[in-house]
């Protein structure tokens, strides 16, 4: 549970600065001179595309570790199978909306 918290959590980080890039040129967009914003774009679409490869890798990696573990991953299954309710509704990519966290804890501590 620690290493997703961690991959969540920089998954976070990564997303900020890619919204970081994106939104200043879509605030421009009606103010700017057309020719510098293309360029800007221009300028703006590696680093861009760069981030969001990284954040499908961390994505695909904490997928995996869910599914390493049984319990988190049948439990991930039945929450997500809701109408409605996707990976960031149940908690993935929200550190501090940890419901799967939360409960794999307490299920674990629970006498049997």
Partial sequence: ML?????VSLRKRLLNAKNALKVPLGELAGFQNKKLLKELEKLNK?????LKNQITEIE?????????????????ALVTS?????????GLPQPRCDFLGDYYYHRRAAPQ
């Fill in 60 to 76: 695909k990696k904490i997928r995996s570790l869910i599914k390493k573990d049984e319990q988190l991953n049948n439990l991930f």
């Fill in 46 to 50: 590696k680093p861009v595309e760069a």
């Fill in 82 to 90: 809701v109408d409605g309710v996707g990976e960031a509704a149940a």
């Fill in 3 to 7: 290493e997703i918290k961690e991959l």
